[in-house]
T-cell receptor, first 118, second 112 residues
């Protein structure tokens, strides 16, 4: 149980185009999903918190107009990188908060999406 | 602000025990977590400990929590080559949102 998928697993796009990444909770409903960014050999940096049916909460320094987040249902959140540039190349990981499956507020992570902007 | 610190590298021989250490700053953290990340993959939740516990054991994994020193450790007994990965310590904050702050990760290398 508590499986989170991401699609695509990797994507290469040209500078100036937009890319959409999907995050799905496969066997549970997630009222809250999180989007992280990870640079090589670095830790995960939280970009935004996504609550179903409401606007995402962005961390300081994250451009909300560049990284559009939509949490349209209890099992799907999307991150759209608009007008991507090479500096947006990174590993994007989502997680979904499971409703006390074991204890506390556990986050289950997707496998990540490698974005390369050329 | 909140901060989580870990040593960056650890190298052990197969069969030995590995101990990965972590310090955190937020004394109000409710849960502390250990995640494992293999190359090119997402994070796998290994184990967690509630802040009012001192120790938790789960098969080969033992978590020790020293609340006074805000020190958390993960011991892996009989370390195998398949345990080679990056291990992240994380603390929860932010009340009901359960947001996590991650350390930079410890890269564990297991030599045969």
């Amino acid at each position: 149980g508590a499986v989170v998928s991401q699609h695509p697993s990797w994507v290469i796009c040209k500078s100036g185009t937009s890319v959409k990444i999907e995050c799905r909770s496969l066997d549970f409903q997630a009222t809250t999903m999180f989007w992280y960014r990870q640079f090589p050999k670095q830790s995960l940096m939280l970009m935004a918190t996504s609550n179903e049916g409401s606007k995402a909460t962005y961390e300081q320094g994250v451009e909300k107009d560049k990284f559009l987040i939509n949490h349209a249902s209890l099992t799907l959140s999307t991150l759209t990188v608009t007008s991507a540039h090479p500096e947006d190349s990174s590993f994007y990981i989502c997680s979904a908060r499971a409703p006390r499956i074991q204890a506390g507020y556990e986050q289950y992570f997707g496998p990540g999406t490698r974005l390369t902007v050329t | 602000g909140e901060d989580v610190e870990q040593s960056l590298f650890l190298s052990v021989r197969e069969g030995d025990s590995s101990v990965i250490n972590c310090t955190y700053t937020d004394s109000s953290s409710t849960y502390l977590y250990w995640y494992k990340q293999e190359p090119g993959a997402g994070l796998q939740l290994l184990t967690y400990i509630f802040s009012n516990m001192d120790m938790k054991q789960d098969q080969r994994l033992t978590v020790l929590l020293n609340k006074k020193d805000k020190h958390l450790s993960l011991r892996i007994a009989d370390t195998q080559t398949g345990d080679s990965a990056i291990y992240f310590c994380a603390e929860s904050y932010g009340g009901s949102q359960g947001n996590l702050i991650f350390g930079k990760g410890t890269k564990l290398s297991v030599k045969p």
